[in-house]
């Protein structure tokens, strides 16, 4: 467990070893509640859980000279769940009422930029927990509500406010380059 977010991201970029779990607080449990000068609370008093993020390599990938890197395309599979119930919200194959989600062609893979894809696309978390991953690769990223979706949720995807997500995702290739770099 890292709490300097640098040392983290340097655990992630030299590589996991397969089954190995690395983690980082990104924000301490406590009040969270906004506050007038004076301290009176405005609104609804809240508070949060300590803010964990993890990733685990789940499978190691056949060989590794390079890792995914930021402006990098990445070509991925994956299935998003939330933590506390265990609901699939997401994944690049889920079809909703046996049709294929629009706008992804029916794909069981999506492509993305590591860290740039557009606001609310995905959870902030995949910029971090991607960051050296190699092709072949299969990483579990769990993500603390501040990195996800906060406290207002996806309510049309069943995330729930203040939910803790899960996503168990596949590296198929980098700048489309399928083969092990």
């Known amino acids: 467990t890292f709490r300097d977010p640098s040392i983290f991201l340097d655990q992630l970029r ?34 949060q859980e300590d803010q964990r993020f993890s990733v685990t390599q789940l499978k190691a990938p056949t060989m590794c000279n390079r890792g995914a890197r930021t402006d990098d395309l990445l070509e991925i599979s994956y299935v998003g769940s939330v933590v506390e119930t265990g609901t699939i919200f997401d994944g690049s194959a889920i079809t909703i009422d046996g049709k294929g ?10 492509f993305f930029v590591l860290g740039k894809q557009p606001f609310g696309q995905f959870p902030p978390g995949w910029d971090v927990g991607l960051e050296g991953m190699c092709v072949g690769e299969r990483r579990r990223v769990v993500i603390p509500p501040v990195l996800a979706y906060g406290s207002v949720g996806v309510p049309r995807r069943n995330i729930p406010p203040d939910a803790t997500l899960q996503y168990d995702i596949t590296l198929i290739s980098i700048n489309g380059l399928a083969l092990p770099q």
């Open 14 to 47: 030299k590589g996991l070893k397969e089954g190995e779990v690395v983690t980082t607080q990104v924000a301490p449990a406590g009040d969270t509640t906004q506050r007038t000068q004076s301290g009176r609370a405005k609104g609804t008093e809240t508070s």
């Open 101 to 110: 989600i629009p706008g992804r062609g029916n794909d069981v893979s999506l």
